[in-house]
């Protein structure tokens, strides 16, 4: 139990503006701070070596002198005397207050700083990061520290994601997606994301990586998914018809394709947009029919819909074929029943989207903090980023967990009372 005792005078007429303007200009919270770490490191120094100047051949620990210390906090720059023991048992020399509170021997930033110089990043750039953080604290910090800060909290979070249950516990639905950001030296960063959706209907960061294939982005989820959702992207296919028992094609992307198919194959923008509503009204109308026989209990002529749906699909994959567009019939004759996957699993009360916009939208969060012209991104410092970005974004509690885990890594707990 640490007790901070405090006496604030005020004269005149009482106002909380002006009384939390005078709270702010003489730094109430950073003398606070500094008198309890002094006031720890003494009761400390008590516990282990005794009262000062007090002789005791048979302790382990003998006091060694101090030196200077500064910490940087959001309270601003904390000056103080560092104590230093000597262990008789190692012969060595310790720092019992940074080993107590779990700040590294060449540390300068606590924690809280650092974790909240990280998240700033990620909505803001490090330059406009750095602006905010001192305005809104007493903080001084560049905006190369900030960075640093970045790194290290999301180094820790994607460590900690990888270990904890999240990546073994199997879930509903998983989804991925991928997109670009500009690198160094005219090169793309290629992101792949794996989210996935549990019983309570939460988002679940399952993979993050950068520049790396989907089948090793995939590895870092070792469970399973009742039903996978996602574009056509073959690698990405692959991976997660690996870690589920079902797939749905994302509709969406499925009628892009068609008509990036018939792009292909030359036809004339009028013909390619007659051939390409044909495969979209028979999709669409799908879509609509699980919508109306789902609220009717009418599954009798939703099933009739989803048989009609997969013979319609496969005649315009035949005409197609037989006017020499083999390239979009071979597509749709191949893709045909991971399109309707979403309403035959509606015929047994199961419920998933047929497009991959979930995850999209998580794609979105990226592109509104890393892409834009002048942005240039390592692949360690992307993904650093993007971890914590990321987690935030797909399950709060989870993230709040790890946010607990990086403050308090020894989990200790200090009770303190201010008087």
Known sequence: MITVQAQIEIQGDISLANISQEIEKINLPKEILKTTIIKLQDDLLLELCGKKYQRNPHKQFTRAGNTKRTLSTRHGKIEFKLAKIHSQESNSILRPLLLYIGIESKKRHVNDLSLECAELATYLTYRDSKTVLENLTHAKVSKDQIHACAQEVGDFMNQTRRKSSVAEKDVDLIMGDGTKAHGYGGKKNEISVLLGKNEAGEKELLGLSVNESWKDTGLQFKGKAKVAVSDNESGLRRVLLEKSDDYQACVLHCIRDVKVYLWQAGLPKE?????????????????????????????????????????????????????????????????????????????????????????????????KRVKHKWMHWSARGFENLLNILLARYCNKHFYNEMKEKYLSPNRTIIKMTIT
């Open 271 to 367: 013909q390619r947009k007659t051939i390409s509503e044909r495969v979209e009204s028979v999709l669409w109308t799908l879509c609509n029919s699980v919508n109306v026989h789902v609220a009717d209990g009418d599954f009798k002529r939703l099933r009739w819909r989803v048989d009609f749906t997969l013979e319609e699909l496969k005649r315009i994959s035949g005409e197609f074929l037989g006017a020499g567009l083999e390239s979009v019939a071979r597509f749709i004759r191949n893709a045909a029943n991971h399109m309707v996957t979403f309403a035959r699993l509606a015929l047994n009360g199961v419920s998933i989207p047929f497009s991959n916009n979930l995850v999209g939208r998580l794609m979105g969060e990226i592109a």
